[in-house]
């Protein structure tokens, strides 16, 4: 199966007629407007088509095509809900899928190589990379700004940085 990303996690049921209550996992909740169908993750995937989209709250409201009562959706509860990668929403410039980001590896400009990309830390302001450098085992913490991030090549699978001042090397 093609590559897949997670949009969102079914907490609980919503009414009587079969909706699910999604805490979604996207930048931009909307997105759900624009999606026909889904795939649901529970023990296996399957995919249902979407018969309508409202909002409460923090939360997305999602009808789906043949789910139609309280029962029926309860065997949802803490599923994930997926797109495929075809489904998603277009990038722009310097935009990358946060999925294709890990496990890259990450070298200064002048060719240093400090370590793979491990995780990423969502801060209000900006993220913030955790790079480890799998010979010492140390890890290093950029922020993902233009000022750092001066390139990334996802067909290398490789991150070129410019350490800021201050920031420590591993």
Not at 99 to 117: C, F, S, W
Not at 145 to 168: C, F, P, R, W
């Amino acid at each position: 199966m093609e590559k897949m990303f997670t949009v969102g996690k079914i907490v609980n049921t919503h009414g009587i007629k079969g909706e699910v209550k999604v805490i979604p996992i996207t930048d931009d909740p909307k997105r759900f407007e624009r999606l026909k169908e889904i795939y649901i993750e529970r023990k296996e995937m399957q995919r249902y088509k979407i018969e309508g989209i409202r909002y409460h709250k923090k939360f997305v409201l999602i009808k789906f095509e043949g789910i139609d009562t309280l029962n029926d959706a309860e065997l949802f509860k803490n599923a994930t809900l997926k797109i495929n990668k075809e489904d998603s929403l277009p990038l722009g410039n310097d935009e990358y899928y946060i999925g294709d980001l890990y496990d890259l590896n990450v070298k200064t400009q002048d060719g240093r190589i400090l370590g793979k990309l491990i995780d990423i830390i969502y801060t209000g302001s900006n993220d913030v990379y955790v790079i480890k450098n799998e010979e010492t085992g140390k890890e290093l913490l950029i922020p993902a700004i233009k000022q750092v991030i001066k390139q990334v090549d996802l067909e290398n699978k490789t991150m070129s940085v410019e350490l800021l001042e201050g920031l420590e090397e591993l």
